[in-house]
């Protein structure tokens, strides 16, 4: 006679879990089980975040800290001169003799022989039909086209005088600030646009960037949680029951290199992160100033 655990373990699963269901089990120790309920929670949490954000006293916004990255390599300072120098000494020093300078030497050795009084010209019969262009005349010619070479500036003048154009400081980062009215006044800020419902953070960021005037900036987002976070509460006089304050979250993006040459009108400038402070509130300033990076 076969052991009643042994029935139990021979039964399909399906049937054991129905039979679990029919027992005082359930009702003692057991739950049921739901092979529905990971969508359950996954609607149950965008319904609670949904009724949490209209619930909220504050005002939620989605902003995007937008860099464009540098374009050119920092100048030197001097000690970095110095020891640039050093290497190509010793490069220079311990490299091997190209073709080039072995087709120098061998030149100015045939000339020599040919200046002398010794000279036969029957030795250069080894030496075939005589050379045209001379390793000589290359350098020459290579000399000329190196003057006449003019290397693009790595700073602009349009950098200087026109905060919109993205020519300009080419060694460094840049932000964008865009002007928005909050309120009764005109502030520089980030990118920015009010948190809409059934939408996430990120995609407001997105939506902020994407309805500046007269702009078609290509940005990558860098991961779907914010970099940082700014609040503010309103005058007590202006606060409600249900609009306390607002809160800023800030998305970091960064530029495409195919909207380098593009938009250079609209509201908006690009600042170097040590000119930051010069533009942004300083309380506003202080949230910003710890997750951009200045490379």
Do not use: H, Y
């Given at each position: 006679m076969a052991a009643p655990g042994a029935r139990m373990a021979s039964r399909p699963f399906c049937q054991f879990i129905t039979n679990v269901g029919r027992t005082r089990l359930t009702k003692t120790c057991f739950r049921k089980i739901s092979f529905n309920y990971p969508a359950r929670v996954a609607l149950h949490t965008q319904n609670t975040v949904g009724n949490v954000a209209s619930a909220s006293?504050?005002?939620?916004?989605?902003?995007?800290?937008?860099?464009?990255?540098?374009?050119?390599?920092?100048?030197?300072?001097?000690?970095?001169?110095?020891?640039?120098?050093?290497?190509?000494?010793?490069?220079?020093?311990?490299?091997?003799?190209?073709?080039h300078e072995l087709r120098l030497h061998e030149e100015a050795e045939r000339l020599s022989r040919k200046q002398a009084d010794d000279y036969d010209s029957d030795e250069e019969a080894n030496y075939g039909a005589e050379e045209i262009v001379t390793a000589q005349d290359l350098e020459d010619s290579w000399e000329q086209k190196l003057k006449g070479f003019e290397p693009t500036p790595r700073d602009t003048a349009g950098g200087e005088e026109d905060p919109r154009s993205m020519s300009g400081y080419l060694a460094d980062s840049l932000v964008l600030l865009v002007e928005q009215t909050v309120g009764s006044d005109k502030l520089w800020l980030l990118p920015q646009l009010q948190w809409e419902s059934g939408e996430t953070l990120r995609h407001t960021a997105e939506r902020a960037l994407a309805s500046l005037p007269e702009c078609n900036f290509k940005a990558t987002f860098l991961g779907n949680t914010p970099c940082g976070v700014y609040k503010y509460k309103l005058p007590k006089v202006a606060q409600t029951e249900s609009n306390v304050g607002?809160?800023?979250?800030?998305?970091?993006?960064?530029?495409?290199?195919?909207?380098?040459?593009?938009?250079?009108?609209?509201?908006?400038?690009?600042?170097?992160?040590s000119e930051l402070q010069d533009y942004l509130k300083p309380a506003y300033f202080e949230k910003v100033n710890r997750f951009i990076i200045g490379v």
């Open positions: 006293p504050w005002k939620l916004m989605g902003a995007v800290c937008l860099q464009r990255l540098p374009v050119t390599s920092q100048k030197k300072n001097p000690i970095e001169d110095q020891f640039a120098e050093l290497m190509q000494q010793l490069e220079l020093e311990r490299s091997m003799i190209s073709r607002t809160k800023v979250f800030f998305f970091k993006a960064i530029l495409s290199d195919g909207s380098l040459a593009s938009a250079t009108k609209g509201p908006f400038m690009w600042v170097k992160k």
